[in-house]
């Protein structure tokens, strides 16, 4: 218990400190490490001990755990820096400030051309949503903006509805759902969740594959499901995760999202200020919340079918169950056919590989219960879809979530060749 307060005291502090100045949070102390030594658990723990509060796990898997700590710990044993200066990684991240001044009044370009200038940079949330609302103007006939909800900022959770909205040729509605930007530092999750959007509209009446997409699938597409928490990391912390609602401890806000689906939910131990925080019930997040809201009272408009969620970092393609390897999904054999279609797909458009892996894996949820509960993913795959996937995006590791804007392509073309088989395979007349 006493460690626990120590803990949020610390968070507490550091929290405050550069937000007080509106200030872009900086990180000039810190470093990110690889450690794949045998027993991981050991890391956390040490640095739970010596450094609480102020470290941070960016990825972990069956070989290495990634983790943001202090440089005031000199030379770690078994630490691999993979970053030692993370505010240039952050800088190299960020746009041109006159850049970012004139994409808004450019963006209108981008929605008749094939893009070029939009996907040049990251944008922030205000450039993305006013490029929806170009996109609406530019295919009237194919694309709405819909409100999901509104987040506890008071911003509009939109989703881009998709559709060629003919019966005659698309009388089941089969609809495909994609989410990206539930992490709010996952930027390039954003990026080509925005890709996948541009593609399937530009090409419409222009190739045979995505009119035929088109034709006979509808999409739901939300390339910022967290927008609060995105806003955060243009404006104030480029590392933030969460949502940025309200929890019982003062300055320590936000919700993991991707924590607080109602199935298999359970109260994560941890304290309101670390990155994983659970809520203390399930669809606390209000976007989570607002999310099954509007599949309720829109279920007759779409049958969901296929649900691809993208984050990022370490290209993998991730399957059912996320909370427990005890857990078999229903139709195994198919899903891990349909994962290694995915990934060879990636690998056929740009040499990447993607391993493929279930959730409960990559989450540790063998090694910790709870790290996997109330997923996206799982509620998705039990609830709502019929075919569910998290994919993971680059990198492995050199830049993490720090990807330069030149990934934004590249990134954007692999996923989209994997959504153009998930496709594929939905409408295969076979299964
Ligand atoms: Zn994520």
């Known amino acids: 218990m006493v460690a626990k307060l120590l803990w949020m005291v610390c968070w507490t502090i550091l929290m405050i400190l550069p937000h007080a100045a509106g200030l872009q949070r900086g990180y000039r102390d810190y ?32 070989e290495f755990i990634d983790v943001r700590l202090p440089k005031s710990l000199g030379a770690l044993e078994g630490c691999q820096v993979i970053i030692e200066d993370i505010d240039a990684a952050i800088e190299a991240t960020m746009p041109q400030s006159s850049v970012a001044q004139e994409a808004r009044d450019q963006v209108a370009f981008t929605s008749k051309n094939n893009g070029d200038f939009f996907f040049q940079e990251f944008r ?9 609302e170009l996109l609406e103007r530019t295919f009237p006939q194919l694309v709405k903006v819909e409100t999901v909800g509104e987040t506890w900022e008071g911003r509009p959770l939109h989703a881009l509805h998709i ?20 992490h709010a530092r996952e930027w390039i999750s954003v990026t080509s969740a925005c890709w996948t959007v541009h593609r399937l509209l530009t090409s419409y009446g222009k190739h045979n594959r995505e009119t035929k997409y088109l034709d006979s699938l509808d999409f739901l597409i939300i390339p910022v499901f967290n927008p609060d928490g995105y806003a955060y990391t243009w404006q104030h912390d480029r ?15 936000g919700i993991d999202i991707d924590h607080s689906f109602d199935f298999q939910w359970k109260r994560s131990d941890e304290v309101p200020c670390t990155e994983d925080y659970s809520g203390e019930e399930a669809f606390e997040a209000i976007e989570a919340h607002s999310w099954n809201h509007f599949l309720n009272t829109t279920k007759l408009q779409y049958k969901i079918h296929g649900y691809l969620d993208f984050h990022s970092y370490s290209q993998e393609v991730l399957y059912p169950y996320a909370y427990s390897c005890d857990a078999l999904p229903r139709d195994l054999e198919n899903l891990l056919e349909l994962s290694y279609g995915l990934a060879k797909a990636i690998r056929n458009k740009s040499g990447k590989h993607y391993k493929v892996l279930s959730a409960c894996e990559d989450r540790g949820s063998d090694l910790a219960p709870g790290l996997g509960s109330g997923s996206s993913l799982d509620f998705m795959y039990h609830m709502r879809a019929h075919w569910a996937f998290q994919l993971k995006l680059r990198d492995t590791g050199n830049m993490g979530f720090l990807l330069p804007p030149r990934y934004i392509e590249p990134v954007g073309k692999e996923i989209y060749a994997a959504v153009s088989y998930f496709c594929s395979f939905i409408l295969n007349p076979e299964l």
């Open 31 to 62: 470093r990110v490490c690889r450690f794949t030594t045998q027993n991981r658990t050991e890391v956390i723990d040490y640095l739970a001990k010596q450094v609480p509060g102020n470290y941070d796990v960016w990825a972990r898997s069956s």
């Open 124 to 132: 922030d949330l205000e450039t993305i949503y006013t490029w929806y």
């Open 163 to 182: 559709s060629t909205n003919n019966p005659d040729t698309n009388p089941e509605k089969k609809t495909i759902v994609i989410t990206g930007g539930v």
């Open 239 to 253: 590392l933030w995760r969460k949502n940025r609602q309200e929890t019982y401890w003062p300055n320590c806000p």
